[in-house]
Structure formats: structure tokens, C-alpha cells
């Protein structure tokens, strides 16, 4: 693992319930890109994420996060490692009995010794830069599907992470919405310098603002690299099919 | 990478009586929580403009910036100017971006309805809106039972009949267990002060008689209250959540009809089952209680059967119809009615048991009254 990779994935395998959805996979992903995880519904994007955030248990393999392995690590060492990127769920998993300021705090409050004030003002922060000011005191059964999105990824980023996961971040949005999400983690990784680790099937997305893609079918990657120049220059049947299928129904 | 655990501290010195903050190393959350007190106090504390120097500071995270808006919200506050010097382009860029203004400490305007007399209408409209839809949820369910009456064929028996088992065999061991138990600690505690007046064989009356009119009926629906009914309202609740109940809703079901009435006509069938079974089980506990207590069982069996009469299991066979009903159409209204998120589930299930439970006590003092006037 060089100095410039932030996740290193090695000869991964995994899978659940006895079934192996994916065998032997390994990649890397540099600092400060926008690193996208393709694939059909099914194909184990979101087994994957899962398997890095070491929420599944891996079958086989290692993955290194900031050069520490998340697969074989307890206790203080897990914690270390967990404290080093932040995620957002598919559907947000925002705490529903608590306003969107708790729910940015609470990592806050559990991991730091921040005063209240500090927390407070700290989370307000993290709501502004992803477009939620003023939005603190409502719960997330108060807002849109999108803006718990937001809120969120304001979550994950609590904690100053170098490294975000986003599990399908524009999947159930609007075409303005998934816009405006896209220009977030846009802003959010130029700005701030986070690495973005995101499971996705949206071309548009994937497109605008990805630097590099792996793609996933069979349980293996079937393509890695600029999702443009795999658009342009497909190097398989599979890799041609879902930019060609996406681009019409795009259009 | 931002998220590192800083290899050295940041150090903070004040300066000028606290005119000049110095900063150096790192701003992160747990250098920001260390410095926290005392930055904020110089800043209170000092005169004129403040001059937070950050030329040392060679990282500045989200917690860095919230000290940092503190620092000017409290020197504005204290009519001073703040002056920021020297942070590194790239975080001062970040800083720049931060509407400060939104993010003071000030408590967040509250989101009522705009005073008093706006609250009150609030809540009011609300409980008669609640009452209205309680009524209309009665009407609905007697509606539905009276029409499935007629037309039995519309009762989706499979899945009614998983209903009754959830409720009714499964809740056996509990319902025989508590039953069981009450008969034998009534016995204890009225077989020693009856003994002492040489009445003792009159404690198989006592038993038999509670267990039966009163204890039988009202043990059952609480245990019916706690078990069904709240696993009525957390069921309908969740499905509420979902937008199941809307999904049937478009499709042209009614929801009372579709799920309350199946579960209250199950509540209906079963509880005076489970309180013939809760009767019998508080009466063997208290006969056991007695051959404890060296009574021959031909005695007990033959002052049983003196003591017993029809229309003491009939009492409270009539309340167990009601209170069944009232258990499972209670667990169905709450879920029903249930608000949005996973919390208000949770606040169904917990209103269906206290609204059940509260409802059986007072149907119970209803049904003491009208039967002492009726003299059955």
C-alpha cells in the first residue's frame, strides 16, 4: 500500500447466509479521488461497502484502511480504524427520535470531549456545508428523502473524516436532487480534501463526478478505470451494455 | 489524511490580557476540547479588538472552525472586533465560506403555532379530531363485524386463523401459568385468618368464586392487553410506517376491515376461551393450596361443586366477550393511528397497553354495578 492509497482491498472474498457473492477481489483507492463501486442490482456493490466498513465479516482477504486491516481488527484497534471514515446508508438511517442537530452530535458526544457549546455550533457547521442551515431542530421525519440524505452524510462527516462511504447516495431522488447531491460530494471532496468510497448505478452520477470506477459482475470486477474512457472504449460486453442501457434511459 | 489522530497538540497562548490568542500545531476536536474554556475566557475577558493569530496552526478541522466562530460570536457579542491572522490559505478559504451568522449559539427560535391562545386551539382541534376518528373506528369495526356476519365467506380464514393462534394457543402457558399462581397466593394468605374461625373449607368458595366473576376475566385481558394487543398496535404501527396501510388504502381496502376487523373478531373468540382456561387454572392452584393443607381432594371437589354456580362462570364469560374486543380494537385503533418514524411505533404499543388496560378496569366497575343491580 503506497503513501497515496487510502484503502487498499486484497484478495477479498465475501458473501452471506453460506452464499459467496464475491471472490478474490482486489483494488486501491488514492487519496482525494472519488472512487465509484458500478453494478447491476444484485451484482454486490453494497456487499461490498459493507465488507470495507467491516459491517460484514469477510470470508477471506483484507481490507487496510489507512494501512490498518478492518477484517481481523477488535477492540481499541477496530475503534481506531472505525474512527477514521464516516458512512451514510442507502436510506439515510437517521435516528427518527432525534432532530437532525442531535443526530450530527451524537458521534460527537460519544467519541469527543467537546463541550456542549463547541458540539452545538460544531454540528450547525457540519449542516451548512451540506446545505441544511437552519434545519437543526427538525426531525427527519419533517424533511424530504434528499435532505435526510444530506443530513446524513453531515453525520459522517462529524468526526472530520478523511474517508466517506456513501451507499447510493442519489438512488430514490429526483433529478434536481441527485443533482445537487452530486454537486455536494463534488464540493465536499475538493474542498475539505475527502476521499469518497460510493455504491451506484447512476450514470448521470457516475459520469459528472466520478474519478475512477471498479465495475462488478459475476462476483468479480469486470472493468476499473476513468468511467469516461470506459465509455468511450468499453472493454467488455457487460461494461458496453450498462453505459449504453443507462445512456437511453437517461435520455 | 484529515481523520488522523494528531501526532502533536495544539497550544494556545493568550496574550495582552487577552487581547491576542496565539494558536500552534493542530485544530482538531480533541485539541479544540482541551483549549475550549480558555480561549472562550480570554475572549470574554479582554479589551478591544481580538487578534487570533493562526500562523502556527498547520491544521484546522470542523472543530477548529466552530472555536473559531466562537471566538467572534463572543468578541461581537462584547462589542469587539475579531481579526484573523495568518491561517493557512487553504482553511481560511474553508472559514470564508462559513455563514457565521447562522450558526451562533443562540437556542433556536421555537417551532409552536404562535402563541398561547394558537396552542391551545392546536391541541384542542387535535383531541376532537383524535375523538372523531376513535368513534369512527368503532362504528367501522361494529360495521365490519356486523357484515361479515352476513357474509362469512369474506373472512380470509387463513390468515384470521393465524391471528387466533398468535393470540390464543400461544398465549396458554402464560395466561395458565399467572392463573395458576393467583388462585394459590389467594389461598395462602385466606386459608391462615379463615382457619382461625374454623372456616377454612370455605376458602375453596373464595377461590373458585374471585377466580371465576372477577380475577379469571380481568387476569386474561391484561395478559391479552400486554401480549396481543400491543403486538396488534406495533404490527399495524409498523405497517402504517411502511405505507402498507396506504398501499391498501389506494388499492380500494378498507383498513379497518381489512385488519382490524379479522383481529377484533379474533379477540372476541378467544378470550372467553383463554378465561374458561384462566378459571380452571386459578381453581386447581387454589384446591392444591388446600390438599397442601391436608384437606382431602372428594372434600374439596364436593365443596367446590355446592360453591359453584352456572351463572358465576356466565358473569364472567359475558365480560370476557368485551373485554376481548376492547383489547384487540385498541391495539388496532393505536396502530392505526399510529405517527411517523420507528419512535411512534414504540408510542402505539405503549398507548394500547395503558388504553387497554385502563379500559378493562373501567369496563370491569361497569359490569359490578349493573350485575349488583340486575342481582346476578
Same mark, same amino acid.
Given at each position: 500500500m503506497s503513501a497515496d492509497d487510502i484503502v487498499e482491498v486484497r484478495g477479498l472474498t465475501a458473501g452471506y447466509a453460506g452464499r459467496t457473492v464475491l471472490r478474490d477481489l482486489s483494488f486501491r483507492v488514492r487519496c482525494g479521488e472519488i472512487f465509484m463501486i458500478l453494478g447491476g442490482s444484485g451484482s454486490g456493490k453494497s456487499t461490498l461497502l459493507k465488507n470495507m466498513i467491516g459491517l460484514y465479516p469477510a470470508m477471506a482477504g483484507e481490507v487496510l484502511i489507512g494501512g490498518e486491516d478492518i477484517v481481523g481488527a477488535r477492540g481499541a484497534a477496530r475503534e481506531r480504524i472505525l474512527r477514521k471514515f464516516g458512512v451514510m446508508y442507502q436510506g439515510g438511517a437517521?435516528?427518527?427520535?432525534?432532530n437532525l442537530e442531535s443526530n450530527v452530535s451524537l458521534p460527537l458526544e460519544e467519541w469527543t470531549r467537546l463541550p456542549s457549546e463547541a458540539r452545538l455550533l460544531l454540528a450547525r457547521l457540519k449542516l451548512q456545508q451540506v446545505g441544511l442551515d437552519g434545519f437543526g431542530g427538525y426531525l427527519p421525519s419533517e424533511i424530504s428523502g434528499g435532505m435526510q440524505k444530506r443530513a446524513a452524510v453531515a453525520r459522517a462527516m462529524a468526526l472530520d473524516p478523511g474517508l466517506l462511504f456513501l451507499d447510493? $447516495?442519489?438512488?430514490?431522488?429526483?433529478p434536481v436532487t441527485s443533482g445537487e447531491m452530486d454537486d455536494l460530494i463534488r464540493s465536499l471532496s475538493r474542498n475539505l480534501g475527502i476521499t469518497f468510497v460510493i455504491a451506484s448505478h447512476e450514470l448521470s452520477s457516475i459520469l459528472a463526478i466520478a474519478d475512477r470506477v471498479i465495475m462488478l459482475d459475476g462476483g468479480g470486477i469486470v472493468a476499473d478505470g476513468d468511467p469516461r474512457e470506459l465509455r468511450e472504449r468499453p472493454t467488455n460486453d457487460y461494461v458496453r451494455a450498462f453505459f449504453r442501457h443507462g445512456k437511453e434511459r437517461a435520455a | 489524511m484529515a481523520g488522523d489522530r494528531p501526532a502533536e497538540t495544539a497550544t494556545l497562548r493568550v496574550e495582552d490580557g487577552g487581547s491576542r490568542l496565539r494558536f500552534t500545531g493542530r485544530l482538531d476536536d480533541e485539541t479544540v476540547a482541551a483549549c475550549w474554556g480558555e480561549a472562550l475566557g480570554a475572549a470574554d475577558r479582554g479589551r478591544g479588538a481580538l487578534l487570533v493569530d493562526?500562523?502556527?496552526?498547520d491544521y484546522c478541522g470542523g472543530a477548529g472552525f466552530a472555536l473559531l466562530a466562537a471566538l467572534e460570536e463572543a468578541a461581537v457579542g462584547r462589542g469587539r472586533a475579531m481579526e484573523l491572522r495568518g491561517l493557512a490559505p487553504r482553511f481560511r478559504e474553508l472559514y470564508d465560506t462559513i455563514d457565521r451568522a447562522k450558526l !451562533?449559539?443562540? &437556542?433556536? $427560535? &421555537? !417551532?409552536?403555532?404562535?402563541g398561547w391562545v394558537a396552542e391551545v386551539g392546536f391541541v384542542a382541534t387535535g383531541r376532537a379530531a383524535d375523538w372523531r376518528a376513535e368513534t369512527e373506528f368503532v362504528g367501522a369495526t361494529a360495521a365490519g363485524l356486523l357484515s361479515l356476519a352476513r357474509h $362469512?365467506?369474506?373472512?380470509r380464514v387463513r390468515e384470521w386463523w393465524k391471528i387466533v393462534e398468535k393470540a390464543g394457543s400461544d398465549a396458554l402457558p402464560i395466561v395458565g401459568l399467572i392463573s395458576f399462581l393467583t388462585g394459590v397466593i389467594i389461598a395462602f394468605q385466606a386459608a391462615m385468618p379463615m382457619r382461625q374461625f374454623g372456616v377454612d373449607i370455605f376458602v375453596v368458595n373464595l377461590v373458585a368464586l374471585a377466580m371465576t366473576r372477577e380475577l379469571g376475566p380481568i387476569m386474561t385481558a391484561i395478559v391479552l392487553a400486554g401480549r396481543t394487543g400491543s403486538a396488534f398496535a406495533a404490527e399495524i404501527g409498523t405497517m402504517k410506517v411502511n405505507e402498507e396501510v396506504a398501499a391498501l388504502t389506494t388499492m380500494g381496502l378498507d383498513p379497518v376491515r381489512f385488519l382490524a376487523v379479522p383481529r377484533v373478531l379474533a379477540g372476541i373468540v378467544v378470550t372467553p376461551l383463554l378465561t374458561v382456561y384462566a378459571m380452571a387454572a386459578g381453581i386447581a392452584g387454589g384446591l392444591v393450596v388446600m390438599m397442601l393443607i391436608d384437606f382431602p381432594l372428594s372434600t374439596l371437589m364436593n365443596q367446590l361443586s355446592g360453591a359453584l354456580k352456572l351463572q358465576d362462570i356466565a358473569a364472567g364469560l359475558i365480560k370476557s366477550f368485551f373485554f376481548g374486543a376492547v383489547v384487540a380494537g385498541v391495539g388496532c385503533l393505536r396502530g392505526l393511528r399510529t405517527g411517523a418514524g420507528p419512535a411512534a411505533v414504540g408510542d402505539a404499543t405503549t398507548r394500547s397497553v395503558v388504553t387497554g388496560i385502563f379500559l378493562i378496569v373501567v369496563l370491569d366497575a361497569i359490569f359490578a354495578v349493573v350485575y349488583y343491580n340486575i342481582d346476578f
Open positions: 437517521l435516528f427518527g427520535s432525534m447510493e $447516495p442519489s438512488s430514490g431522488l429526483d | 493562526c500562523a502556527g496552526v !451562533r449559539l443562540a &437556542p433556536a $427560535p &421555537p !417551532r409552536g403555532h404562535g $362469512p365467506r369474506r373472512l
